[in-house]
């Protein structure tokens, strides 16, 4: 099962409690304080693992407690130090708080970590307190208690390319085709109902991550058919893949209404670039598979290609062309870059440091 959404509690152990003790033996008059230190609570730390995709194992478990500090005995004896509670996570996760709704840390990289819930502070023993005035003191500080907070881990899929369309305009058929994932294929709407990942390998060793995103219909911004659910695994994408059955009877229509409900959602979405492609060429002439692009083309003022992922007919060219698109957007994005790093540079020197 495809989980991609969840919320849990997360505390950081307790401090130890300090110990009051006094040094007696036989023979040692005045032995005074020898009460040690409480343990530190241990922290709650959140990763990203590569060996998991889905936020699935966490579900079974709604809390995520950090052990509590050991209390601190006599002799000087410092209490044992909680372990630290690690929680595992698919890359790609993002880290909110629930309350708030503000991010706290999006895990892009696998094994990058956050600690989210700090274990308490020890509490010091009495043999912290002696002083010349107060030679027998008999005060220990109680530990600290953990942080604690709600959480919402949302995991968005990181992919290069989205491949998008309403049911059934055969994106699991094209992703089947071009890799080697095997999602479910069938007549009928909504055969896809999780995300899918493939991989595809090209020249000098490069490769693409696709992903197949369950189908939209109209409304789909705001909860219909599968909702959006879904829709923010094309956020991280640089490119998205328009797939348009080309036996629909207004292709206009069905091209506006995915894109309508993209931008709904997020305006970043309507902006990502986009190669839109008629698909199921094979059920039709070729002459008439080109006219009918064309004619899209001049309406929507976009290049359309024309592709079948049954026969496999224009799927290598289509791949091609998003992959000198993904080129494409990797530039834009390191020129972008280095404009905001040049004018952060030139407002630092107009600016000048002051100490």
Not at 77 to 102: A, M, S, Y
Not at 113 to 137: C, E, L, V, W
Not at 169 to 196: E, H, M, N, V, W
Not at 326 to 345: F, P
Request: glycine residues 10%; positive net charge; charged residues 30%.
């Amino acid at each position: 099962m495809f989980i991609d959404e969840v919320r849990i509690y997360v505390k950081g152990g307790d401090g130890g409690d300090g110990c009051i003790s006094f040094r007696r033996e036989r023979f040692i008059p005045r032995g005074g304080p020898n009460g040690g230190d409480g343990g530190k609570g241990g922290d709650v730390i959140i990763c990203a693992n590569k060996n998991i995709d889905t936020l699935l194992d966490i579900t079974s478990k709604v809390k995520f407690i950090a052990e509590d500090g050991g209390k601190g005995q006599n002799t000087n004896k410092t209490g044992k130090n909680g372990k630290d509670l690690v929680v595992h996570v698919p890359k790609g996760t993002l880290i909110k708080d629930l309350k708030t709704g503000r991010i706290i840390k999006d895990l892009k990289e696998n094994d990058t970590s956050i600690k989210i819930a700090r274990g308490g502070r020890k509490g010091r023993g009495n043999a912290y307190f002696k002083s010349p005035t107060d030679q027998t003191p008999r005060i220990a500080e109680e530990g600290r208690n953990g942080q604690e907070r709600w959480l919402r881990l949302e995991l968005k899929l990181i992919a290069d390319i989205g491949i998008i369309g309403l049911p059934n305009a055969g994106k699991s058929t094209f992703l089947s085709r071009i890799s080697s994932a095997r999602p479910k294929i069938a007549d009928y709407p909504f055969t896809t109902l999780q995300p899918q990942l493939g991989i595809v390998e090209l020249e000098d060793y490069k490769r693409l991550v696709f992903a197949d995103i369950p189908g939209l219909i109209e409304g789909a911004h705001s909860g219909s058919g599968l909702g959006n659910t879904f829709l923010r695994h094309i956020e991280r994408t640089r490119v998205v893949v328009h797939l348009i059955d080309i036996s629909s009877s207004d292709l206009l229509k069905t091209y506006n209404l995915v894109r309508n409900e993209l931008a709904l959602f997020s305006s970043k979405l309507s902006e990502k670039a986009e190669i839109v492609a008629l698909n199921k060429s094979d059920i039709l002439d070729m002459e008439t598979s080109r006219i009918i692009a064309e004619d899209l083309s001049k309406k929507i003022s976009k290049p359309v290609h024309v592709v079948s992922a049954v026969s496999g007919n224009n799927v290598k060219s289509l791949i091609k062309s998003a992959a000198d698109l993904i080129d494409k957007e990797k530039e834009r994005e390191e020129e972008l870059s280095y404009l905001s790093l040049s004018t952060d540079k030139d407002a630092i020197g107009k600016k000048g440091l002051t100490f």
